[in-house]
């Protein structure tokens, strides 16, 4: 099935560094969701997005819904320990009952 | 409130077993998922339900029988797995299926001998 370009599929960064991802697709979706998975757990949302253009944050994260529709970006700054884990993009159509992900970016933190 | 539940957190079979994995979320919601998640992959979709009915098999194999008694519990049924039935499975849910956020669940860790 379909599935989102998400880039970089690895990150190895400091402490204290600035993270930046990003998916891209094709084709437009109407809703574009960032989740957070650590090891043996579920996915946690992050952020949602429903609109182009949009921006928001939540605490030092920051996503935005890409104004083509198409792609998306998360931004983390000055990371710490806890944010290692595998990131996830996701979007989806409208109409569309199903959600699309990325493959995927998998942060490590040197401290 | 944003939680979902599932039991058990780890399950081990073998492959004569019958078994069920419980998904349970009180947000009202009226929409769950089943996934499968294998290692360092996104998850996939197996099952949507919408309202109470089956609304999307992604062609899961039988052995896997979903069921969903109210509109707020989903059970996923298992029999006669395979070894590489192995793998994280998470459930989810929304509001509604069309163009809406998913909560996932922690997930059971399954493994079939």
Redesign the interface.
Known sequence: GQ?LNQSPQSMFIQEGEDVSMNCTSSSIF??W?W?KQDP??????LI?LYKAGELTSNGRLTAQFGITRKDSFLNISASIPSDVG?Y?C?G?R??????V????T?LTINP | DTEVTQTPKHLVMGMTNKKSLKCEQHMGHRAMYWYKQKAKKPPELMFVYSYEKLSINESVPSRFSPECPNSSLLNLHLHALQPEDSALYLCASSQVVYTDTQYFGPGTRLTVL
């Open positions: 599935q109407n809703t969701l989740y043996g757990e579920g996915p946690v949302l949602a595998i996830f996701a989806q409208q109409g569309a009952q199903k959600l992900f990325g493959q995927g998998r």
